[in-house]
């Protein structure tokens, strides 16, 4: 079946200017999460979403940044106001809370974001 | 600030031998452990996970736990240059956030 999908796979754009990602996930899976990847750094955990529970959205590094789940489905991660230190890569995840491998998260390929 | 601790390596071990990576976390409320591959320019894969205390095996992996220590490692036996890689580990605390570690990039040299 088809994997996590995120789009744009590239997105560059300048200082000042407002961002949309999207991820589209694994159809079924309850739960949502997006992360960013600096250059040679681990995943920074910026928000998830459970079913239909509120948003953990405790690793937002501003209130530039927000995210949406719409349906239950398909997200969107919104940087307003984009700023130089925002580049990286946007990594979207879904999950089934208690697969075969447990909270198992399935990454799309990213959305490598670049500010000028 | 809950954190998760790696060795950023690089750690080198030559074809055949036992590679070692390790991980620490200080969320005592942390309930399950995963280590994840991630290849230069491509997204994190899963490898393992675990919750209980001890040992788990699969295949040439074992992750081991312990939750008094805090600690998080996971062995690859006979390394193949196929598993040169960056190693995430991250820890799941109640309401299944996810926190990773910077990640270890370890080498297999042939």
């Known amino acids: 079946g088809a994997g996590v999908s995120q789009s744009p796979s590239n997105k560059v754009t300048e200082k000042g200017k407002d961002v949309e990602l999207r991820c589209d996930p694994i159809?079924?899976?309850?739960?949502l999460y997006w992360y960013r990847q600096s250059l040679g750094q681990g995943l920074e955990f910026l928000i998830y979403f459970q079913g239909n529970s509120a948003p953990d959205k405790s690793g937002l590094p501003s209130d530039r940044f927000s995210a949406e789940r719409t349906g239950g489905s398909v997200s969107t991660l919104t940087i307003q106001r984009t700023q130089q230190e925002d580049s990286a890569v946007y990594l979207c995840?879904?999950?089934?809370?208690?697969?075969?491998?447990?909270?198992?998260?399935?990454f799309g390929p990213g959305t490598r974001l670049t500010v000028l | 600030q809950k954190e998760v601790e790696q060795n950023s390596g690089p750690l080198s071990v030559p074809e055949g031998a036992i590679a070692s990576l390790n991980c620490t976390y200080s969320?005592?409320?942390?309930?399950?452990f995963f280590w994840y591959r991630q290849y230069s320019g491509k997204s994190p894969e899963l490898i393992m996970f675990?919750?209980?205390?001890g040992d788990k095996e699969d295949g040439r992996f074992t992750a081991q736990l312990n939750k008094a220590s805090q600690y998080v490692s996971l062995l690859i036996r006979d390394s193949q240059p196929s598993d040169s890689a960056t190693y995430l580990c991250?820890?799941?605390?109640?309401?299944?956030?996810?926190?990773f570690g910077a990640g270890t990039r370890l080498f297999v040299k042939a």
């Open positions: 995840a879904s999950s089934l809370i208690w697969g075969p491998r447990g909270n198992e998260q399935f």
């Open positions: 159809s079924g899976h309850t739960a």
């Open positions: 991250a820890a799941t605390t109640g309401g299944f956030k996810t926190i």
């Open positions: 675990i919750y209980s205390n």
């Open positions: 969320d005592r409320g942390s309930q399950s």
